[in-house]
């Protein structure tokens, strides 16, 4: 199973882990698992896009989703650069999932 570590664009913060976002990592995309950490954390409705990683260029809201090999530490502070930074260096992206509220 894939696990995913979702930066959100705009703050530059890690927001979830899916190593522990609601339980273990599960079989899903990209997609599902930014509406997964979305459900937890909001109760706005929102839309979702799918786009390859590059699109977060754009100036778009969303999420950059990355990655992470099978041994790579918990994220334990997204808000820290050092953790940011090093996650971004050993992590690929995968998409880019821009949101829009409805």
Do not use: W
Request: aromatic share 6%; glycine share 4%.
């Amino acid at each position: 199973m894939p696990r995913y570590i979702i930066l959100d664009n705009v703050t530059g913060s890690i927001v979830a882990d899916t190593l522990d976002l609601d339980g273990a990592p599960r079989e899903e995309d990209p997609l599902e698992a930014v509406k997964r950490f979305d459900g937890l954390t909001l109760e706005d409705k929102r839309s979702y896009a799918l786009e390859h990683p590059t699109a977060a260029l754009n100036e778009a809201v969303g999420y950059i989703v990355y990655v992470a090999p099978d041994d790579y530490p918990k994220i334990k502070d997204g808000q820290d650069q050092d953790v940011i930074d090093a996650m971004i260096a050993a992590c690929e992206p995968v998409a880019f999932v821009e949101v829009r509220e409805l």
